[in-house]
T-cell receptor
């Protein structure tokens, strides 16, 4: 089945630094990828939708200059949290979707970001 | 807008008890419906899905039926196990290219032996 690999699984960074999270589709081409943020004991909040070769579409309230998304190929999307602050600490999950009519979504295993 | 509402948790059950987690939805079109499960510290795994009215999704003893008349997709299992302890999310998509899943808030299930 479709596999999405997300790295790193956890990261601790200092306030003011930037962190990059990678999401790779291993055995299929992901024409669309989604980035979610999950707060403790809460649901997944969609941050942005990225399509290969074009700019990401951000949800209302998500700072696009802070959360940079790049989807340069059909197998790789990256989320960079720039100038991270403690309030950015969260669980980030990517989801990839292959083209076609299956409408199947595959999720990465998530990245626990802690900003100190 | 489109949304998913699922019952508040936590749900605490003894092993072999019957499980129901209610889920209702609001959608402008004809969505596909999903249940995902999240174990502690992990990402989401698809548990089951249904793509049209009256479809029943099933997996690992869990099942849910797409009820268009009541806009519901309740999750059931006849006999839960300790290993079923996790957070369960109901979700929908409008089956349009480029659209994300819309999730409910999640229901935490805790099963004790």
């Amino acid at each position: 089945g479709a596999v999405v690999s997300q790295h790193p699984s956890w990261v601790i960074c200092k306030s003011g630094t930037s962190v990059k999270i990678e999401c790779r589709s291993l055995d299929f081409q992901a024409t669309t990828m989604f980035w979610y943020r999950q707060f403790p004991k809460q649901s997944l909040m969609l941050m942005a939708t990225s399509n290969e070769g074009s700019k990401a579409t951000y949800e209302q309230g998500v700072e696009k200059d802070k959360f940079l998304i790049n989807h340069a190929s059909l197998t790789l999307s990256t989320l960079t949290v720039t100038s991270a602050h403690p309030e950015d600490s969260s669980f980030y999950i990517c989801s990839a979707r292959a083209g076609g009519g299956d409408y199947g979504y595959t999720f990465g295993s998530g990245t626990r970001l802690t900003v100190v | 807008g489109d949304s998913v509402t699922q019952m508040e948790g936590p749900v605490t059950l003894s092993e072999e008890a019957f499980l129901t987690i209610n889920c209702t939805y609001t959608a402008t079109g004809y969505p596909s419906l999903f249940w995902y499960v999240q174990y502690p510290g992990e990402g989401l795994q698809l548990l089951l899905k249904a793509t049209k009215a009256d479809d029943k999704g099933s997996n690992k003893g869990f099942e849910a039926t797409y009820r268009k008349e009541t806009t519901s997709f309740h999750l059931e299992k006849g006999s839960v196990q300790v290993s079923d302890s996790a957070v369960y999310f109901c979700a929908l998509t409008l089956n349009q290219a480029g659209t994300a899943l819309i999730f409910g808030k999640g229901t935490t299930l805790s099963v004790s032996s």
